[in-house]
C-alpha cells in the first residue's frame, strides 16, 4: 500500500543559492524589533572567511558550502520597507552583508562591473539610498552607514560590531583577492524557510535552534575528517585509524584531542563556550587530502596507543617507568601533553629511559609543590610543551621557573594541609604504592574527651589555646602516617599511648618510628614535620638550573583570549612584565597599543612581517573610519579590534621578533575571575 505525501500549507522550505537570493531585485528584508543585538566577533568573521576562501579554492564548481537555515516570514500588509521579517539568520545576513560591502567599497572605483554585482546583494533596486537589509532601528542609521558608506572621518570615534567586523574584512581582503572571495560566496547555499500566515513562528525557531544535543568537539572532528571522501575511502580511514582511536581513548576522546593540539601547537586550547578543540584542530590541519589524512592519522593513532598506557600505566612494559606513570596519575590528566611527546620518544628511542623518569619527577616535584604552596596548576602544560620542543635543557629551566622554592614549601608544609597524603608518605617512606596502607592522624581531627597525647591529661583537660593548636596541626605532615589496613581500624581515634603498641607492628619505616616517640603534641609534631620536610624536599626536588620565582607571572603566549568585550577587562591585568621591564597596563587594548608601537621601534622588520601575513593591524592608510593611532607619517595601527583579536596580534607579533618568551602578564583578581 502507497501513502500519498500531504504538502505542508505553512511551512515553504526550498534550498537556494544564498548571493542569488539575495541579488534578486525583489529580496528585502526587515530584522524584527524583539531580535537580539548583532552580535558575530571578529573570531565568527575569521571563520567565515576561512570557509570561503576554502570553497573558492575547491577544483569542482559543484562543491558548494550550506550555512544553514534562513527563517523569515511575509511582512505584515502595512509594512512598505520589506517583503520579509527575518527570524532566524540574521547574525549571518547581516555578516554577509558587511563583507560584501567590504568587497565593494574595495573594487568601486577600480571594476565597476564587479561593482554593479556586490551592489546588488547590498542596495535596493528602486532606492540606492537604502539597504536591503534593515536591521533593528535601533542600530539600523550606523549599520547602512557603513554598508552605504555614509560616514565621515569628522563624525568621530564610535564602538559597534559593524564597524569593527567591516573592518576586519576591509583589512583581511586586499584588492587581488576580491574576485576570489566573490567567487566563493556564490556558491554559499542555505535553506530558506518561509511561514505561512498561520505558522507558529516562535515554535519553529525553537525547534531549529533547541532540538537535539549540539555535536561534541570530538565528533565534529570526525565528520570534518571524513567530509568529501568517497565511500570506500571514509572506511578506510574510520577502520586504520578512527576506530583505533576511539579504543584507546574510549570516553575521554575529546579530552586526547585537547591534549594532543596543546602538544603539538605549544598554546592552551579553550574548552569552556566554544568549539575550542575543534576550532583548533581545523586550524592546525586546514586542509586534509587523502594522502595528507592517511600521514596524519597515523600519527594520530600512534599518540592515542601512548594515550592509552597514560590512562592505564599497568600496560607499561617496565615497571619504573609504568609506576612513574601512575606517580603523574595522581595530579589528573593535566601534564598529558607534555608526558605523551616524551613517551612517545622514548618508544622510539629518541628518549633514554633515565630522561623520560627525570622529567616525569620533574612534573611530580613541580605540581605538588605547587599544591603544597596554595598555587594553581591551570595553564602550566601549554608552555612547557614549547619549552621541551627547544630541548631538554629548556623544559627543565622552564619547571625549575614555575617550582616553589625550598623555603615556601617549608613554610607551607608546617602549617597547611597536606594534599595527596597517601602518595606523599608513600614516597616519603619508601614504601612505592600505598596499596592497602590507610592514612593515620596521629592526633585524631576530632579528638573524643578522653583521648591523650602523653597517657596523663585527657582531652577534656586541654585548654583551648591547646586544642586549637592540636586541630590545626592534625591535617598537616608532621601528624600523618602510613599504616596497614587491620592495623588502622584498630588505632582510629585512640590515644596516642595505645597507638604507639600498634605503630610498633607496622612495616612502614616512618610509622614504626613513632612507636620510638614518648609523648605526642604539637613540639613533637613540628619536630616530625621538620625532618620529613628534608626527605619531601629531597624526593620531589627542584631543577638547580636557575634561583628565580615567577611568582604566578603567565607568559605571554598563555594568556587567556576573551571574545569580544567582557565585563571587567579594563583591569584584567595588574601589570606587565616586558623583557624586564614592569610596565602598569591594565587592559589587553593598552596592551596591544604598547608593544605595536614599542616593536615598531625595536624591530620594525617583525612587525612588517607579521602585518603583512596576517593582513594588519598596521596600514600604510587610514583607509576606513574607526579607531586608528599614527605610528609616523605614513603608517598607521587600527584599534577597532575586540579583546580576542587584539591579544592574538599581540602573541603573534611577540613570536614573530622573537621576544615572546620575555613578556609575561600578572592577572589581578577580576581577570583571575574573569
Not at 74 to 84: G, R, T, V
Not at 381 to 406: F, H, N, Q, Y
Amino acid at each position: 500500500m502507497v501513502t500519498a505525501l500531504v504538502t505542508a500549507t505553512n511551512v515553504e522550505a526550498t534550498a537556494v543559492n544564498t548571493i542569488a537570493w539575495l541579488s534578486e531585485a525583489s529580496t528585502t528584508i526587515v530584522v524584527p524589533v524583539y531580535q537580539r543585538q548583532y552580535r558575530w566577533d571578529i573570531g565568527g568573521c575569521e571563520q567565515l572567511l576561512g570557509d570561503i576562501r576554502a570553497v573558492a579554492d575547491f577544483g569542482d564548481d559543484r562543491h558548494r558550502h550550506f550555512i544553514g537555515s534562513i527563517l523569515s516570514t511575509a511582512a505584515d500588509d502595512d509594512d512598505d520597507d520589506a517583503e520579509l521579517v527575518l527570524i532566524d539568520g540574521q547574525q549571518r545576513i547581516t555578516t554577509l552583508m558587511l563583507l560584501v560591502a567590504a568587497l565593494h567599497h574595495t573594487v568601486k572605483n577600480d571594476d565597476a562591473e564587479l561593482a554593479a554585482e556586490l551592489a546588488k546583494v547590498l542596495v535596493r533596486a528602486g532606492d540606492p539610498t537604502r539597504t536591503k537589509l534593515r536591521p533593528h532601528r535601533g542600530w539600523a542609521e550606523i549599520f547602512e552607514s557603513v554598508v552605504l558608506d555614509h560616514r565621515s572621518a569628522e563624525e568621530g570615534l564610535r564602538d559597534s560590531r559593524f564597524d569593527d567586523n567591516y573592518a576586519f574584512f576591509r583589512s583581511q581582503v586586499r584588492p587581488e583577492e576580491v574576485a576570489r572571495i566573490w567567487r566563493g560566496l556564490q556558491k554559499l547555499e542555505h535553506v530558506a524557510i518561509t511561514l505561512g500566515p498561520d505558522a507558529n513562528a516562535q515554535q519553529i525557531f525553537e525547534s531549529l535552534n533547541s532540538t537535539g544535543e549540539p555535536l561534541r568537539d570530538h565528533e565534529l572532528i570526525h565528520n570534518y575528517v571524513l567530509m568529501g571522501l568517497s565511500h570506500a575511502e571514509q572506511s578506510e580511514i574510520e577502520d586504520t585509524f578512527w576506530l583505533p582511536i576511539e579504543q584507546n581513548t574510549g570516553e575521554v576522546i575529546g579530552s586526547f584531542w585537547r591534549h594532543y593540539l596543546v602538544m603539538t601547537t605549544g598554546r592552551e586550547v579553550a574548552i569552556a563556550g566554544e568549539r575550542g578543540v575543534y576550532d583548533a584542530f581545523r586550524h592546525e590541519f586546514p586542509r586534509l587530502d587523502l594522502a595528507t589524512l592517511r600521514a596524519h592519522a597515523t600519527e594520530w593513532r600512534e599518540y592515542s596507543d601512548a594515550y592509552r598506557v597514560l590512562l592505564d600505566p599497568a600496560q607499561e612494559a617496565d615497571p619504573e617507568i609504568a609506576q612513574q606513570l601512575g606517580y603523574v596519575n595522581t595530579f589528573g590528566r593535566g601534564m598529558y601533553p607534555l608526558v605523551m611527546r616524551a613517551y612517545v620518544d622514548y618508544t622510539h628511542d629518541e628518549v633514554a629511559k633515565e630522561e623520560l623518569i627525570a622529567l616525569l619527577e620533574h612534573v611530580q616535584s613541580l605540581l605538588l609543590r605547587r599544591t603544597v604552596v596554595g598555587v594553581s596548576n591551570d595553564r602550566l602544560v601549554a608552555r612547557l610543551c614549547r619549552a621541551r620542543a627547544a630541548g631538554t635543557d629548556e623544559v627543565v629551566r622552564a619547571i625549575a621557573r614555575v617550582t616553589p622554592s625550598d623555603e615556601r614549601v617549608r613554610v607551607a608544609l608546617k602549617y597547611s594541609e597536606l594534599p595527596h597524603t597517601a602518595y606523599v608518605l608513600g614516597r616519603i617512606a619508601g614504601v612505592g604504592s600505598p596499596a592497602g596502607l590507610e592514612v593515620d592522624h596521629v592526633v585524631p581531627l576530632a579528638p573524643s574527651d578522653d583521648w591523650s597525647g602523653d597517657g596523663i591529661r585527657e582531652w577534656a583537660e586541654y585548654t583551648d589555646d591547646e586544642q586549637n593548636s592540636h586541630r590545626a596541626l592534625a591535617p598537616t605532615l608532621g601528624n600523618l602516617t602510613l599504616l596497614e589496613q587491620g592495623l588502622a581500624e584498630r588505632a582510629f581515634g585512640g590515644s596516642f599511648p595505645e597507638k604507639r603498641g600498634l605503630y610498633a607492628q607496622s612495616a612502614v619505616p616512618t610509622t614504626r618510628e613513632l612507636a620510638e616517640v614518648a609523648a605526642w603534641g604539637t613540639a613533637a609534631i613540628a619536630d616530625r614535620t621538620v625532618r620529613l620536610t628534608e626527605i619531601f624536599l629531597e624526593v620531589w626536588k627542584r631543577p638547580a638550573v636557575v634561583s628565580i620565582d615567577d611568582d604566578g607571572l603567565t607568559p605571554i603566549l598563555d594568556a587567556v583570549r576573551r571574545r569580544g568585550w567582557p565585563r571587567g577587562w579594563e583591569r584584567e591585568f595588574e601589570y606587565v612584565e616586558y623583557r624586564g621591564e614592569h610596565w602598569e597596563v591594565y587592559d589587553v587594548k593598552y596592551l596591544f597599543n604598547r608593544i605595536f608601537k614599542r616593536l615598531w621601534a625595536d624591530s620594525r622588520e617583525s612587525v612588517v612581517a607579521f602585518s603583512a601575513r596576517r593582513g594588519g593591524p598596521i596600514y600604510e592608510a587610514q583607509s576606513w573610519n574607526g579607531h586608528w593611532d599614527a605610528l609616523d607619517e605614513s603608517n598607521y595601527l587600527y584599534m577597532g579590534w575586540d579583546s580576542k583579536y587584539m591579544l592574538t596580534a599581540v602573541q603573534g607579533v611577540l613570536e614573530e621578533a622573537g621576544l615572546a618568551s620575555d613578556v609575561f602578564v600578572k592577572y589581578s583578581y577580576i581577570g583571575a575571575v574573569m
